[in-house]
């Protein structure tokens, strides 16, 4: 996959944060893979991959659709999470879908 943008984020008014996409590659196939990576020290507290709530998942959403503003034709996009629980790191491809 090639990186297309790191830590991309979009602002809900002057000063508050509305959502922030970790990475933003795109995939051989042409697909937009926006990530979210969550690191853990254990997997105790459901671990890396159950912190990622409904909540932060709007949010990613949400800064993934500004991101698509740019493309007069949106490609194929997928919401992935990379889940780091202390040495063992999970890639979830497609963790859930934007609905």
């Not at 002057?14 to 893979?33: C, K, N, Q």
């Not at 671990?47 to 740019?70: D, E, M, N, P, W």
Request: net charge positive; with cysteine.
């Amino acid at each position: 996959m090639k990186l297309l943008e790191r830590n991309y984020r979009v602002a809900a008014g002057p000063s508050r944060r509305a959502g922030e996409v970790d990475l933003i590659l795109r995939d051989r196939d042409g697909t937009l893979v926006f990530v979210e990576v969550r690191a853990r020290a254990d997997a105790s507290h459901g671990g890396a991959a159950a912190s990622v709530t409904a909540r932060k998942q709007r949010s990613l959403i949400y800064a993934a659709r500004h991101y698509l503003l740019r493309h007069a034709s949106p490609p194929p996009c997928r919401f992935d999470v990379v889940a780091i629980d202390g040495a063992e790191l999970t890639w979830l491809q497609g963790a859930f879908d934007a609905g």
